[in-house]
């Protein structure tokens, strides 16, 4: 059984700092592409930004410059350091990951339980 448990998620004023984690465990093969989402209240869920195992990234373009996502694959962990946080940043922030269990079984998709961020003075 896998799970994506993230963590790190909190208040901050506006351009302030946060890191979120993802900590993946369970029955794990190979972990492919890691992403983190957001929704904000009212909102559609939202890519911020993913990572492909051999560290390839992508941001969406309301994040460039400020965010950076990174992984460690020893630790089957995936970190987002958000800076110059704004609040319009506010959002439940969610791990997703393609996970394989096994080598002989197929790629499956896992969410995590997303953790709060919220930036307001």
């Known amino acids: 059984q896998v799970q994506l448990v993230e963590s790190g998620g909190g208040l901050v004023q506006p351009g302030g700092s946060l890191r979120l984690s993802c900590a993946a465990s369970?029955?794990?093969?190979?972990?492919?592409?890691m992403r983190w989402y957001r929704q904000a209240p009212g909102k559609e869920r939202e890519l911020v930004a993913s990572?492909?195992?051999?560290?390839?990234?992508n941001y969406a373009d309301s994040v460039k410059g400020r965010f950076t996502i990174s992984r460690d694959n020893a630790k089957e962990t995936m970190y987002l350091q958000m800076n110059s946080l704004k609040p319009e940043d506010t959002a439940v922030y969610y791990c997703?990951?393609?996970?394989?269990?096994?080598?002989?079984?197929?790629?499956?998709?896992?969410w995590g339980q997303g953790t709060q961020v919220t930036v307001s003075s």
């Open positions: 997703n990951a393609d996970i394989k269990a096994t080598m002989y079984t197929w790629w499956m998709n896992y």
């Open positions: 990572i492909t195992s051999d560290g390839s990234t």
């Open positions: 369970g029955s794990i093969f190979s972990i492919n592409v």
